[in-house]
């Protein structure tokens, strides 16, 4: 069972416009919330961070929304510039010792001239 | 500061013949150790992780393994590859209770 949900496989948006990508969880016991953001052939690398007491985090053209009853979290991106184009994971992580970080299925941003 | 090396970038296997993917750590002692894959539409995948030397965690059942010989040294293994275990391995590195974590580059295996 997904315990992290992108249902978004791919975005498509023109450059200077708001990307927006969606992230859903099922485990209220979550204590952060991270987006990677990841180039083919390359790691993953930390873009974002929100902890689930807060309900927003911005840094620069990036802000993350948490809604916690909703279980449900964004990441917004304005405005969006060609070099955005990548997969975007949303991942989870519990301060339970022995875990890990959860990821989402990804979801491919395209950003176009 | 912290860095990550994998190796190789690239590798092409038979079926059945066997795998070794290594992980080491710099700038960092007693680090959390990850194994993810991803594979088309699954995203990443968590296959093991380790806290410390000789303590393997796995979280997918499967014909892979992982050991960790030292601290900064993580390999993931098989001893006999499916085509299936074909994807995109990444080792990442992460403190104790700490979040964020530091990915290596990848390795993209191709089991033919």
Not at chain 1, 20 to 36: H, P
Not at chain 2, 64 to 83: E, G, N, V
Request: positive net charge.
């Amino acid at each position: 069972d997904q315990q992290v949900k992108q249902n978004s496989p791919s975005l498509s948006v023109q450059e200077g416009r708001i990307s927006i990508l969606n992230c859903d969880y099922t485990n209220s016991m979550f204590d952060y919330f991270l987006w990677y953001k990841k180039y083919p052939a390359e790691g993953p690398t930390f873009l974002i961070s929100i902890s689930s007491i807060k309900d927003k985090n911005e840094d620069g053209r990036f802000t993350v929304f948490l809604n916690k009853s909703a279980k449900h979290l964004s990441l917004h991106i304005v405005p969006s510039q060609p070099g955005d184009s990548a997969v975007y994971f949303c991942a989870a992580y519990s301060n339970q010792a022995g875990t890990a970080l959860i990821f989402g299925k990804g979801t491919t941003l395209s950003v176009s001239s | 500061s912290q860095t990550i090396h994998q190796w190789p970038a690239t590798l092409v296997q038979p079926v059945g013949s066997p795998l070794s993917l290594e992980c080491t750590v710099e700038g960092t002692s007693n680090p959390n150790l990850y194994w993810y894959r991803q594979a088309a539409g699954r995203g990443l995948q968590l296959l093991f992780y380790s806290v410390g030397i000789g303590q393997i965690s796995s979280e997918v059942p499967q014909n892979l393994s992982a050991s960790r010989p030292q601290d900064r040294q993580f390999i993931l293994s098989s001893k006999k590859l499916l085509l299936s275990d074909s994807g995109f391995y990444l080792c990442a590195l992460g403190r104790d209770r700490g979040y964020r974590y530091t990915f290596g580059s990848g390795t993209r295996l191709t089991v033919v």
